[in-house]
């Protein structure tokens, strides 16, 4: 199965910056696929740049399609823009805005609900590794925010002490804790549990990239920094074989 690799481009990016996406539509040569999520602002834009070649999507979603919660973006909002899919349950989201599973699991939910793929965001803080407590904290947050269904669902191992940091797990580490989300998917959702996709994330570099994406059930990664320019993005697609 070729690798995916999806961008996070955060809270970055104007609208010249569609022009980074355009240069990633025209310039992914290799098998890996492209995905990009850029703010919610240039989402419309990048459908459009995209050309059908990058599949584009949000950051994060609310639980609920409509209603008075203002400043907030539903699924279905995100679908009608073009989008293909959203990421939930980002490190930034759980420390920035305090989601809880259960938030997390509401909005996965809801994505499915508008016909979204959902990229679910997993992983333990440098001290609970440090403590012994990462497999556990991993396999606490899928149970308490995987969604019905494994349909359209890929989860994304993050190490919140790996982003933007420059410091990456051994291929290794990474093979370990991959189990454990595979083996938390199977006890879920059965033989489903073997189709979902399980992403790297957390400071993916061009020069970084072919050794963690050629660990045991490494289906792609999530990348931050590396994402926001073309140059970097398509380095890594390239990396990624
Ligand atoms: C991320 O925030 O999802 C991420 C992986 O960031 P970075 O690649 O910059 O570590």
């Known amino acids: 199965m070729p690798s995916l690799i999806v961008g996070n481009w955060k809270m ?5 910056d569609v022009a980074e996406i355009a240069a990633m539509a025209g310039g992914n040569t290799g098998r890996a696929q492209l995905w990009v999520a850029p703010p919610f602002t240039l989402i419309d834009r990048a459908v459009i740049v995209s050309a059908g070649q990058i599949r584009i999507g949000g950051q994060d979603c609310h ?24 990421i939930v349950g980002h490190s930034e989201r759980r420390a920035d805005c305090g989601e809880s599973d259960a938030d997390v699991r509401a909005k996965a939910g809801a994505a499915h609900a508008a016909g979204l793929e959902v990229i679910l965001c997993v992983g333990e803080t440098a001290v609970q590794r440090s403590e012994g407590q990462a497999d556990a904290v991993v396999a606490g947050q899928l149970a308490g925010s995987l969604p019905d269904s494994a349909e359209g669902l890929i989860i994304a191992y993050e190490p919140v002490w790996a982003i933007g940091t420059g410091t990456v797990p051994t291929p290794d580490d990474v093979a370990a804790m991959h189990a454990v989300v ?40 999530l990348v931050g920094g590396a994402s926001l320019t073309a140059a970097s993005l398509l380095a890594i697609a390239a990396a990624a074989g």
């Open 12 to 16: 970055n990016g104007l609208g010249d």
């Open 182 to 221: 595979r083996g938390a998917l199977t006890a879920r959702y059965g033989a489903s549990g073997h189709g979902v996709r399980i992403l790297y994330g957390g400071s993916v570099k061009p020069d970084n990239a072919a050794a963690l994406l050629g660990a045991a059930d490494v289906g792609g990664a």
């Open 63 to 86: 639980g609920a399609q409509a209603g008075a919660h203002t400043g907030c973006v539903s699924a279905m909002m995100l679908a009608d823009l073009g989008a293909h899919f959203v």
